[in-house]
């Protein structure tokens, strides 16, 4: 069964830091792109920042562009979103999602086209 399991969200002063996981398993994609989305209360669903299976790394989000960083460690199958000088407004359910890639990258991937998705979790900044 493949899983997607996010872990690492709690809660936060404004200006802390917070490192979330996405934990891989059941699967082996050779070329993917896997990306980071939030969804805020009373919002819809944002991209935040997206990786393929080269490293290539974007970060979509121009709200938490400088603050917040993409990585992943393929040896440990696991997702990253770094997420540094934290402000009130990113106060969120994260997600982590994964979809093949046919060229290995995540050129021309909409958020519709992820079909594997995690349970979620939750970010609170606090002012």
């Known amino acids: 069964e493949v899983q997607l399991v996010e872990s690492g969200g709690g809660s936060v002063q404004a200006g802390g830091s917070l490192r979330l996981s996405c934990s891989v398993s059941g699967y082996t994609y050779i070329r993917y792109c896997m990306g980071w989305f939030r969804r805020a209360p009373g919002k819809e669903r944002e991209a935040v920042a997206n990786?393929?299976?080269?490293?290539?790394?974007?970060v979509i989000s121009d709200s938490v562009k400088g603050r917040f960083t993409i990585s992943q460690d393929n040896a440990k199958n696991t997702l990253y979103l770094q997420m540094n000088s934290l402000k009130a407004d990113d106060t969120a359910m994260y997600y982590c999602a994964a979809t093949r890639s046919r060229l290995g990258n995540c050129y021309a991937i909409r958020p519709v086209d992820f079909g594997l998705w995690g349970q979620g979790t939750q970010v609170t900044v606090s002012s």
């Open positions: 990786i393929d299976s080269g490293g290539r790394t974007t």
